[in-house]
Nanobody, 127 residues
Framework: QVQLVESGGGLVQAGDSLRLSCAVS????????MGWFRQAPGKEREFVAA????????DSVGSVKGRFTISRDNAKNMVYLQMNSLKPEDTAVYYC????????????????????WGQGTQVTVSS
């Protein structure tokens, strides 16, 4: 069973930065596609960023491009989301997700494509 544990959330002001971390407990971490999603109150879970197994390919939703960066360290079983220039609309619970099934595009952007999820970490951005 793969377990994911997010950390790094908190309360910040608009314009600040945060780095979210996700620790993944599996021997085969480098074979997992990884992604970050977020869910604000009353809204559906939304794709934020995804990364390929090697870390060589990434994708992110338009609203965070140029501000958020996803990365991974396969030696440490970790995936990160560096969030800069945070805005109040970034307020949400952020979830880390993992999946091992093959993806022709190199990464996965839909929640239904992921089998494993963390418990989430709250990010609140005040104006």
């Amino acid at each position: 069973q793969v377990q994911l544990v997010e950390s790094g959330g908190g309360l910040v002001q608009a314009g600040d930065s945060l780095r979210l971390s996700c620790a993944v407990s599996t021997y085969y971490f480098s074979s997992y596609y990884m992604g970050w999603f977020r869910q604000a109150p009353g809204k559906e879970r939304e794709f934020v960023a995804a990364i390929s197994r090697s870390g060589g390919s990434t994708d992110s939703v338009g609203s965070v491009k140029g501000r958020f960066t996803i990365s991974r360290d396969n030696a440490k079983n970790m995936v990160y989301l560096q969030m800069n220039s945070l805005k109040p609309e970034d307020t949400a619970v952020y979830y880390c997700a993992a999946d091992r099934k093959y993806s022709g595009s190199g990464y996965k952007t839909r929640p239904s494509e992921y089998d494993y999820w963390g418990q989430g970490t709250q990010v609140t951005v005040s104006s």
